[in-house]
């Protein structure tokens, strides 16, 4: 069977590797079925695991794909959520995805080492994970020689030893997003990245991330020549942004973030500029 994804960004093993689709031009950045229109011809006859995301982490991809293409290929339905968990409410039921990935130094504001799947329980024990390790054994403290029985719950998809002090790390900032609420913090967010988008073209910044909210996730990129510099210049003052090739200054307001904190961003953003 095939992988389709959005982007090939890693060397992948080698069995995977060769079965990686990319899927070019512009199907991760366009709306959901008119990218589902041109994955037809990739899908068809072939059992595939189709991967959508967008790369850069600024659109939010609307992809009803398994009405569009289960039933007829068996594909299954995988999601990664690394950019919009904890900005963007949504619901793997609702959405009747059968896998999800993620991660938690984002918007869950978790730290690293704290990575996450989810499996609809109902294909548990249909998949089997290719790399394992003694945590998804049925009977880990038995440590057993191989083969191994794979347990039936989610630990299944564990592998060796797990990265607790991740997970004691990560834990704080998920129980904050959890009594914030994802819907409060992405209502925040929209108000201030419209305030961003508002005081950029006051300045003739441009933006690759979309206008309409609905279309966007956590962050608007303000981008202008020499953003990269300036970037450095910035988290040097302590203003915490990043920069990309072809996205420009990443601003990511959260919840904690104020309307002043903007305004003062911008002020210093003026004044760098002007420097650099």
């Known amino acids: 069977s095939t992988i389709l994804v959005a982007k090939v960004e890693w060397e992948a093993e080698p069995k995977v590797q060769e079965r990686l689709r990319a899927v070019r031009d512009r199907d991760a950045n366009d709306r959901a079925m008119e990218a589902a229109a041109r994955l037809d011809d990739r899908l068809a006859g072939d059992n595939a695991r189709g991967v959508i995301a967008d790369p850069a982490g600024t659109k939010v991809i609307e992809f009803p794909v398994r009405d569009r ?6 594909a299954l339905f995988v999601l990664d959520v690394y950019q919009t968990a904890g900005i963007v409410p949504f619901d793997v039921s609702a959405l009747d995805v059968d ?3 993620g991660g938690s130094h984002k918007w869950l504001c978790g730290g690293p080492g704290c990575g996450y799947i989810y499996v609809k329980p109902a294909l548990r024990g249909k998949l089997e994970p290719s790399i394992t390790g003694w945590m998804a054994h049925e009977s880990p403290f038995a440590f057993e020689p191989a083969p191994i029985r794979l347990t039936w719950n989610q630990h299944r998809w564990n592998t060796g030893t797990p990265t607790v002090p991740g997970y004691l790390v990560a834990r704080p900032g998920h129980d904050t997003i959890r009594e914030a609420g994802v819907a409060n913090i992405r ?3 929209i ?3 419209t305030t961003i988008f508002e005081m950029a073209d006051e300045r003739g910044i441009s933006s690759p991330t979309p206008r309409e909210p609905e279309k966007r996730t956590g962050w608007v990129g303000l981008d202008f020549p020499g953003a990269d510099r300036v970037t450095e210049a910035l988290i040097a003052r302590r ?6 090739p072809g996205c420009g200054i990443r601003v990511s307001p959260h919840f904690y973030t104020s309307d002043d904190e903007i305004a003062r961003f911008f002020d210093a953003l003026d004044e760098l500029r002007a420097r650099c």
Do not use: C, E, K
Not at 239 to 244: L, S
């Open 69 to 74: 293409f289960h039933d007829a290929n068996g």
């Open 99 to 101: 896998i999800a990935v």
């Open 187 to 189: 209502a925040h967010n």
């Open 191 to 193: 108000r201030l990245t």
């Open 239 to 244: 203003v915490f942004v990043d920069y990309r």
